[in-house]
């Protein structure tokens, strides 16, 4: 499989050229049955190509990702390019500056080789909740890839580009890691900027990689991590280096296996396999302890409606006056009923709708405000957790990839899909799901939950595991069979 060290290497040797390796993947991405991306980018891509490919022949030293192909999320700000949000509202909106981690990424000389398709402002599990119509899973077509971070998914696992930035706000980025057997990284909150994201979920959103294999998510993260004045959120909090830690071996390390993340909602066939990797990750010297989160039992219930509160506020500049498409009408209420009703989906509206009523003085003390009081006790529940083991090894989600439609008229049935991947967003924390087997020919994903800023442990723990199964050669497998 080729890893990003290794094209990385070619174009600096001149091996390949980067020109070459963007045609490459520009024909991918236009041969797509997937519907992974809104907005391809290909003469973009060329023209970064050529850079490179130029500033080599000068003798000038390449960046860390020279010539590496990367797919940005819609919700993501590049210069220049159109950012949906995965909306019909934002459909004629142009990015006026380069979100802070694509800045790195560019100044490193990344590729980016399009934008991604996703739920409706990152609003979704599934990847059905997008107004550019619902993105494929390359392992079977007719499944979810997860959401909301579905084209980025969709497009590494089926060998579109090499790496792609997602978000995570309730296990958007490794929920659909899981559902397309890729490794999905989800930072500590205020690892990496959000300066150029468009919010959903300001107290929760984070951004991070979907890769193929872990090493390639440390190379991403090592590059846009790190504090950003323009982001009031960002960390001063020091960033390691994580290659130099990630082969070091996991002996004695004591890895916590939560009860309530093996409940009654979990597929039997996905525990078999989450406990399969727990046990193997014992064999390979760490020490597995049984320990308890009692209040993660309310972490869902609080996750949906902190969530929508948010929502409503942040979705509020969307009226047709400041930012989106405008409707013609001849009153107020007409523009804000044509704008927002007919151009956000459901599933937003559904949002905005609950967000304001919770929030409402007669509701507010009742719901909210319990919400916000849940929030600290799963958080002090964490942090009294990591302070007798390392990490948390659990599932990422209870079951495989779901078929197309089958949630899409039961909210509550979706909003489920999130339940393992909820708490880590509400606690702050850091987690990376790792493929850890197959259920019916589709891909199941072990979690790994580390206390604030551990991501070089946690990358560390998933390496060792993946590189005891090599798992990731199925993975290559599958790409070369299908595509």
């Not at 041969?31 to 991306?37: D, G, K, R, V, W």
């Not at 014992?282 to 949906?304: D, T």
């Not at 047709?320 to 523009?335: D, T, V």
Request: neutral net charge.
């Amino acid at each position: 499989m080729l890893s990003i060290e290794k094209l990385v290497r070619q174009i600096i040797t001149a091996e390949v050229s980067a020109v070459e390796v963007v045609e490459y993947f520009n024909k991918k991405v236009a041969a797509s049955q997937l519907n992974s991306f809104i907005t391809p980018c290909p003469e973009l891509a060329i023209e970064q190509a050529k850079k490179i490919d130029e500033k080599r022949a000068r003798g000038e030293k390449l960046g860390r990702l020279a010539g590496v192909p990367i797919a940005i999320k819609d919700v993501i700000l590049v210069k220049g390019i159109q950012a949906t949000g995965g909306s019909r509202i934002l459909e004629n909106y142009i990015g006026s500056y380069d979100a802070t981690m694509v800045e790195r990424l560019k100044a490193e000389d990344a590729v980016i080789i399009g934008k991604t398709n996703c739920d409706e402002f990152a609003m979704g599990s599934s990847g059905e909740n997008s107004g550019y119509g619902p993105t494929k899973n390359p392992w079977d077509l007719n499944r979810v890839p997860g959401g909301s971070s579905s084209g980025s998914a969709a497009a590494v696992a089926a060998g579109e580009c090499l790496a792609a930035l997602g978000t995570d706000t309730g296990g958007s980025i490794r929920q659909p890691a899981a559902f397309c057997g890729l490794v999905g990284l989800k930072p500590t909150y205020g690892r990496v900027s959000r300066y150029g994201l468009m919010a959903m979920t300001s107290s929760f959103d984070q951004a991070g990689p979907l890769t193929r294999t872990v090493e390639d998510s440390a190379f991403i993260l090592q590059v846009i991590a790190g504090h950003d004045n323009h982001d009031a959120t960002s960390s001063h909090q020091a960033v390691p280096n994580y290659i130099d830690t990630l082969k070091n071996n996991i002996k004695g390390l004591r890895i916590g296996v939560p009860a309530e993340f093996f409940s009654s909602g979990l597929q039997p066939a996905v525990k078999v396999l989450v406990e399969q990797a727990i046990k193997k990750l014992s064999s390979l010297g760490a020490l597995i302890v049984e320990v308890n989160l009692p209040s993660l039992e309310y972490a869902l219930a609080a996750y949906y409606v902190i969530c929508p509160s948010e929502v409503s506020a942040n979705l509020a500049r969307y009226d047709g006056i400041r930012f989106g498409i405008r409707a013609s009408a001849e009153s107020l209420n007409e523009l804000y009923t044509k704008t927002r009703g007919r151009l956000l989906g459901s599933e937003a509206k559904r949002r905005v709708m609950l967000g304001t009523y919770v929030l409402s003085a007669g509701y507010y003390e009742a719901y909210y405000k319990q919400a916000q009081l849940a929030r600290q006790l799963i958080k002090q529940e964490f942090n009294q957790v990591f302070s007798k083991v390392d990490i948390l090894a659990a599932p990422t989600t209870p079951t495989p990839a779901f078929m197309m439609g089958s949630k899409a008229n039961d909210p509550l049935a979706m909003y489920l899909a999130d339940i393992f991947t909820v708490p880590v967003n509400i606690a702050g924390l850091p987690a990376v799901s790792v493929p850890c087997g197959l259920v019916d020919g589709l891909p199941v994903g072990l979690q790994l939950i580390g206390s604030a800023w551990s991501e070089d442990l946690l990358l560390r723990v998933a390496y060792n595991y993946e590189q005891s199964e090599v798992w990731y050669k199925k993975l290559s497998d599958f790409i070369k069979s299908k595509f």
